[in-house]
């Protein structure tokens, strides 16, 4: 398929949707708005007391160990925190570095198991579909389950050689 000029379609629309999908991902930091869900609070005071208190190790509300989640995502808001300041944004950033982590990791996954046109449609898609845009543009847990999914589907795969026997990620055997 072509498009004006005798460039493919994927890289005639390829710039756009990185910028569109780029802005999706940013605009969420120069935006002020409370913390909306109660998890957004919940999990932003337990990261802001591992910054106060110094213990990284175990995540805290009110004092008491906080262990219904994994740590990963706190220890990202608290060093955002600390860096940024205690405000949305940072609270947010980590959310939507995780989103931006999952469209890499998708579009990785699909470039390896088909070509690099369907990587990067994947990456696209992901980044500017409705549930990852929203749940990166909230701070939540769940957006940074997908890189790393996908990440281990990818290594599987490429521990099983790949589609052409080669594996750029793995050493040889």
Do not use: C
């Amino acid at each position: 398929m072509k498009a004006s000029g005798g460039e493919s379609t994927w890289k005639f629309w390829a710039p756009p949707a990185i910028v569109i999908g780029l802005v999706m991902f940013v605009v969420p930091l120069w935006i002020h708005f409370p913390l909306l869900d109660p998890d957004e609070g919940l999990h932003a005071a337990i990261a802001q007391e591992m910054v106060d208190r110094g213990d990284w190790v175990t995540p805290r509300f009110l004092g008491e160990p906080f262990l219904d989640k994994p740590i990963l995502y706190f220890w990202a808001q608290a060093v955002s925190l600390k860096l940024f300041g205690f405000n949305e944004a940072a609270v947010r950033l980590p959310g939507l570095m995780f989103g931006l982590f999952g469209a890499v990791a998708t579009g990785l996954l699909a470039w390896r198991l088909f070509e690099a046109s369907t990587g990067w449609i994947a990456g696209m898609l992901y980044a500017t579909t409705i549930l990852p845009t929203a749940l990166a543009q909230a701070a939540s847990h769940d957006v940074a389950l997908i890189p790393w999914i996908n990440l281990a589907l990818l290594l599987l795969w490429e521990s099983q050689g790949g589609a052409k026997g080669d594996s750029p990620l793995l050493p040889e055997r």
